[in-house]
């Protein structure tokens, strides 16, 4: 696991960990929907497959509603 030192989380990390090995990804990041995006990094997905960030898009122009939430997995090769 790899945690952003400015967050304070109650994700559930048997879950996260649980998804990421079930996906067989090299990483997965937990995601948090919100209303208003524009103060955060944004996700773009497909499915479930990240597919575009976009960092603190102006009001109104982000290209979802889910942000980057601090909390990753990632395979040791990485």
Do not use: M
């Amino acid at each position: 696991f790899c945690f952003n030192g400015d967050i304070i989380s109650s994700l559930d990390l048997r879950d996260l960990l649980s998804f990421h090995r079930r996906h067989g990804g090299i990483g997965t990041l937990s995601l948090w929907q919100v209303p208003d995006p524009s103060a955060f990094g944004v996700v773009g997905l497909d499915r479930d497959r990240i597919i575009d960030f976009q960092e603190k898009p102006a009001p109104g122009t982000a290209i979802s509603d889910l942000i980057n939430a601090g909390v990753y997995v990632f395979q040791p090769e990485l």
